[in-house]
């Protein structure tokens, strides 16, 4: 008797089921749509133009408690300086259960302290000021082609401010960035624009 071959070639198959072939390829179970991110129902780059008008940056995070009859019951603490990098500058303090909450609550205090700087040539500028807040003193003097010389958060400032070829100095010992750089803003009202 002659044998008959029964088997006959069947699809390739893995633990997601057949696979699809074809002029795109292997495709897996998901198909080649991408993901979209973001809200549902949302156009994609919409908050971004919101968010374009200010540069920020977070100098400090904090998880503080405080004694309840309970036990004790923590928060977040943020600082965050905002800019423009044109003139415009504010530091800003939240505190919420929630981290992205007590970020929103720094931006929106960041926003309501802003100042505008009077800015002369080279975005620098025109003479030496210094301020002090809580502990930390700040001294910062123009310095024409040096560029930004500065450090701790009162860098950060000077940067979101767009302020360049000056020399920063904190003549205090304070290591609380959110302190540095209120005295730094207190210094630059000598050069803010008056309302």
């Not at 979101?160 to 009202?189: F, M, P, Q």
């Amino acid at each position: 008797m002659a044998e008959i071959n029964t088997q006959t070639k069947a699809p390739a198959t893995d633990a997601r089921g057949p696979r699809r072939s074809g002029p795109g390829g292997d495709r897996g179970a998901q198909g080649s749509r991408p993901q979209r991110g973001g809200r549902p129902g949302g156009r994609p780059g919409q908050n971004d133009e919101r968010r374009s008008e200010f540069a920020q940056k977070m100098i400090g995070i904090r998880r503080v408690a405080r004694v309840m009859a309970g036990g004790r019951r923590f928060n977040f603490s943020v600082g965050i300086v905002i800019g423009d990098k044109k003139g415009r500058v504010g530091v800003g303090l939240g505190k919420a259960a929630d981290t992205q909450l007590a970020i929103e609550k720094a931006t929106r205090a960041a926003k309501k302290a802003m100042i505008t700087v009077k800015l002369g040539k080279n975005n620098s500028i025109r003479h030496n000021i210094g301020a002090k807040y809580c502990a930390s003193v700040i001294e910062i003097r123009p310095s024409v082609g040096r560029g930004l010389v500065a450090g701790s958060s009162v860098r950060t400032v000077l940067e979101l401010a767009g302020i360049t070829d000056v020399t920063a100095k904190i003549l205090s010992r304070s290591h609380n960035s959110i302190n540095n750089a209120r005295a730094t803003i207190e210094a630059l009202r000598a050069v803010a624009i008056k309302k």
